[in-house]
């Protein structure tokens, strides 16, 4: 893979290099229009894809480098952004959004990814339910985000518990994916805007709402998978 990527940059882009972003991508500008089907055919023959690189999407998830090792880690987060990567990369419903979203987990309350530039982050946290028992869960922020109007996000759910995280992600998808007015201006289309406009209380009601829907009346429980 790490071959064809060095041959697009040596025939194709005009001055023989990448870049790598922040969320593992790889970027190549200025590849002439006429050469984009070859050099997407090249990517295909090695594994690869342009999805979820770019475009207005669920963008590749990021987490935090200590994950596993740091000492002050709840729990292990890594398996809970795996199953958020398998349920929405690819996912029908994020193939088409206003404008692009970025998530990321944090290992700890260090928040070494910064999860508040992201559209939406998790942040674990471990708490005793009524019953004296220790439950895992995530405290959940969206609409952060930098560049015009930049934004730390704000607190969605103090606490969400991991059986419930990724249905109250797709009910923050959903919406997002029902902003049509965000779809007018790019330039103001990301889910920062809208919550800015509304205020987080009343975001936080319409994501209640959506978990209300019939979609939600099933079990998004990850964990008998890991």
């Not at 704000?154 to 797709?170: A, G, I, N």
Request: with cysteine.
């Amino acid at each position: 893979q790490l071959e064809a990527l060095a041959d697009i940059a040596e025939q194709f882009t005009p001055m023989q290099k990448g870049h790598i972003t922040t969320r593992e991508n790889i970027q190549f500008h200025h590849i002439p229009l006429e050469n984009t089907g070859t050099v997407m055919r090249i990517l295909g023959d090695v594994g690869l894809s342009t999805r979820e690189a770019c475009g207005n999407t669920v963008r590749n998830v990021t987490g935090c480098p200590e994950a596993g090792v740091a000492s002050d880690e709840p729990f292990y987060v890594s398996p809970y952004a795996a199953a958020f990567v398998r349920w929405f990369v690819r996912h029908p419903l994020t193939q088409s959004l206003p404008r692009k979203f970025k998530v990321a987990f944090a290992s700890c309350a260090r928040d070494c990814v910064v999860t508040g530039i992201h559209d939406l982050g998790f942040i674990p946290r471990i708490v005793s339910d009524e019953n004296g028992e220790q439950r895992k869960g995530f405290r959940i922020v969206t609409g952060g985000g930098t560049s015009i109007m930049p934004r730390i996000a704000y607190t969605l759910f103090d606490f969400v518990p991991v059986e419930e995280y990724l249905k109250v992600s797709e009910a923050v998808v959903r919406i997002f994916h029902q902003c049509d007015e965000l779809r007018k201006n790019k330039a103001r289309a990301r889910i920062k805007f809208h919550i800015d406009r509304v205020g987080i209380d009343s975001f936080r009601s319409e994501v209640e709402e959506e978990l209300k829907q019939p979609w939600a009346q099933v079990s998004f429980d990850p964990t008998p998978l890991m």
